[in-house]
């Protein structure tokens, strides 16, 4: 059975998936293919149109169509005539009253294209669930899914065990934890929905703000508390330019510590109450790279799992795997990788670099050749295969650089016209993660937890260490990213330390890189040296 899955145009980011029999064929972010960041309340057609070439079918070949939502959340007014979220923001509704609009919209859209095609809408947050918690490969998990809001919740927590979702908790939306971070974004000045990486980021250099510790709570009951009107009146005097020298750093050590100890209290409770210690993440939240890692390190769980477009693209790819599953037994494979976008080949790479006017040769051996500009500290565009599923680079669309040079950190950040202070990842062999982190075992192939760097490894890769010592690396196998594997392998030859710096392929405001064309603006318009593309290596000069 074919199972196209859609974000519903509520969402935050709009994406599809496609499922044939269990199997995830494809998968993408609308905003890689229009280029429009996030590409809210857009009909993602493009994302449709690469997936069914992708596959080789025609939209009458779809027979279901899952979609990552109800819409049932869009009437704010009515949740708020009931008493729920009296005292949110009013920026939590700004954009409720056009959902209607866009269902309707998108509506007729799937009614006059895919007539063969059964509507199955899922909800939100069950779609989150079902995007992690089938592709981790446990038997049974605790799952948790966090965001701002979807439909008419901001959460679940439950059990998954033999394909099912029990529910233990929904969390209503003058609960969300979602909506608190980025309540605490649009305090510090930057965008909410979109700049709470910065806080994330920023919030190492700082220290919790003890009067502000009551502003979010779990109580005994497992409800959570969040006193909307002490964050909306949070004040602060700036120096303007660095956030690190003033009262913002702490304000955001402040909203990261309020966001990892109420999700601990709730893992905690969920752990004690159901004996599992394994979890599923999903929600924007779960993006969060160090509240996945701060889980992981509380000692609660044994393992982990976040499904790597944690954010609502993901529910395109869980509503599409929930459908599957009530209409088939057939097994859902575990997510080794997230390689489910497009890819081109070299004839077709040659014309686009051809068009562009820049200068370029075929490399005899890309990995060896890249490592030794890596190694000369060059900064490296990589675009390789076919694109990651998510907001992670893992390998394919990345932008690289030497991690032993404590200045690249500054160099990369320019190139990417990102704020200085902001860190940079490392992707690291799979074999090497025990030696250089304090990992408790886990790999991380999608760059979604937070590790403390082994004191003694800290020199030798200063360019991809945080303020507080610690790093959110990529481990990368050869079986899922051979070219990317041998790149890094080749590098550690010559470098001694199996490790490159890895940011994603974009500037500042701009989506990831999808195809060749994208790239070859993107060298074109930066500061950086080099874009491999497939087999080809072109100058910006």
Request: charged residues 25%.
């Amino acid at each position: 059975m074919w199972i196209l899955g859609i974000t519903h145009p509520g969402s935050l980011n709009g994406a599809v998936s496609l499922v044939k029999d269990g199997k995830i064929i494809a998968a993408i972010e609308e905003e890689r293919v229009s280029r429009i960041k996030r590409a809210a309340g857009l009909i993602p057609h493009n994302s449709i149109e690469f997936v069914l070439k992708k596959a080789g079918i025609v939209k009458e070949d779809i027979e279901k169509i899952a979609v990552g939502g109800t819409g049932l959340g869009d009437d704010f007014e009515k949740y708020r005539k009931a008493g729920i979220g009296s005292g949110l923001p009013r920026t939590f509704e700004a954009s409720s009253s056009m959902h209607s609009r866009l269902s309707n919209n998108f509506l007729k859209y799937i009614q006059i294209n895919f007539k063969n095609a059964e509507i199955v809408y899922v909800p939100h947050h069950l779609a989150h669930a079902a995007s992690t918690c089938y592709v981790s490969g446990f038997d049974k998990s605790i799952f948790v899914t966090t965001d701002g809001r979807g439909d008419a919740e901001s959460g679940l927590l439950g059990i998954f065990e033999n394909d099912t979702f029990e529910v233990t908790k929904s969390m209503r939306i003058d609960e969300s934890l979602g909506a608190m971070y980025r309540q605490f974004t649009q305090q510090l000045g930057w965008q909410p929905s979109l700049d709470e990486g910065k806080v994330m980021g920023l919030a190492p250099y700082g220290k919790p703000i003890p009067s502000m510790d009551d502003i979010a709570k779990v109580t005994p009951d497992q409800k959570i508390q969040i006193d909307w009107d002490k964050i909306t009146s949070i004040k602060y005097s700036s120096n303007k330019t660095d956030p690190t020298k003033d009262e913002r750093k702490d304000i955001a050590a402040t909203a990261q510590n309020l966001l990892e100890k109420c999700v601990l209290a709730l893992v905690k409770n969920l752990v004690e109450t159901t004996g599992i210690d394994k979890i599923c993440l999903a929600g924007g939240t779960a993006l969060n790279i160090d509240m996945n890692g701060a889980i992981l390190e509380s000692g609660l769980v044994k393992d982990i799992f976040v499904q790597p477009a944690a954010n609502d693209a993901g529910t395109a790819l869980g509503a599409a795997l929930y459908v599957h599953k009530q209409n088939s037994s057939k097994k859902i494979e575990p997510m080794k990788h997230a390689y489910l976008g497009p890819e081109f080949d070299d004839d077709e790479i040659e014309i686009d670099i051809k068009d562009s006017g820049l200068k370029y040769r075929k490399l005899s051996n890309v990995a060896e050749e890249v490592a030794e500009l890596i190694s000369q500290n060059k900064i490296i565009g990589w675009m390789q295969g076919r694109s990651e599923f998510g907001p992670r680079a893992l390998g394919c669309r990345s932008l690289l650089a030497n991690p032993t040079d404590m200045e690249m950190w500054k160099k990369v950040n320019v190139v990417k016209d990102r704020e200085y202070w902001r860190p940079l990842a490392p992707s690291i062999l799979e074999e090497s993660m025990d030696e250089y982190f304090n990992n408790f075992g886990a790999k991380s192939p999608f760059m979604l937890l937070k590790f403390k760097v082994k004191e003694e490894k800290i020199p030798k890769i200063p360019a991809v260490v945080h303020v507080d010592g610690s790093a959110r690396p990529q481990s990368v196998s050869g079986d899922t990213n051979q070219m990317y594997y041998d790149l890094i392998k080749k590098f550690e030859e010559i470098q001694g330390v199996p490790i490159l710096m890895n940011t994603s392929l974009n500037l500042r405001g701009v989506p990831i890189v999808n195809n060749p064309q994208d790239a070859l603006e993107t060298l074109a318009f930066s500061k950086m040296d080099y874009m491999c593309i497939g087999n080809y290596l072109v100058s910006r000069n």
